[in-house]
């Protein structure tokens, strides 16, 4: 019996569909460190508050004063804890006070974009809460775009220094990703 043309044709593109590139498929892990500057003070702040709780508060805790604070960020990122050191990028989102209770904790959603080095043009986007007293804090690392399309993973954030409200944090990044390209 005769295979029709047709039929063999369909088999031919739904083997080639079905074949993969080993490569973009093998999947790599990224390690980066870098420290971000949030500046809330001062005549260029990179954090603003763009909506706070409503003044009916009367209780003392300032944690609790502060709960429902949203601000929206675009920080530095740089090679080293000196605001003068090498800009990699940008870690650009919102984050709010999410606590009433006990811990200053915020709930980021952030994008960390890289605008030099290996990393240049890609970018990985963090959503988790942020214990930010606690000495380490993880977050987890959940897309990201270039080089991190496909991302998951976690960073370690660690308070380097702060002066009033301002604060310079260490990142310490491990990022799951393939290879893809375009």
Do not use: W
Not at 58 to 66: C, E, K, L, R
Not at 145 to 163: H, K
């Amino acid at each position: 019996m005769a295979v029709p043309s047709k039929l063999v044709l369909f088999i031919a593109v739904l083997v080639a569909s079905c074949t993969t590139d080993t490569e973009a498929l093998k999947l790599k892990k990224t390690h980066i460190q870098f420290y971000m500057h949030d500046i809330v003070g001062g005549p260029k702040p990179t954090a603003v508050q763009v909506a706070r709780r409503l003044s009916n508060y009367t209780g003392s805790d300032p944690i609790a004063a502060m709960f429902g604070s949203v601000s929206v960020m675009d920080n530095p990122l740089t090679v080293t804890p000196n605001p003068n050191s090498t800009v990699i990028g940008r870690a650009q989102g919102i984050y709010a006070m999410a606590s009433q209770h006990n811990e200053f904790s915020l709930l980021m959603t952030l994008t960390y974009g890289f605008i030099s080095g290996p990393y240049n043009g890609s970018s990985f986007s963090v959503v988790g809460r942020n214990p930010v007293m606690n000495e380490v804090r993880e977050m987890p690392i959940v897309g990201g775009t270039g080089i991190f399309r496909l991302a998951r993973g976690y960073c370690f954030a660690r308070t380097y220094s702060m002066y009033q409200m301002d604060a310079v944090i260490g990142y310490n990044v491990t990022i799951l990703h393939y290879n893809v390209t375009v």
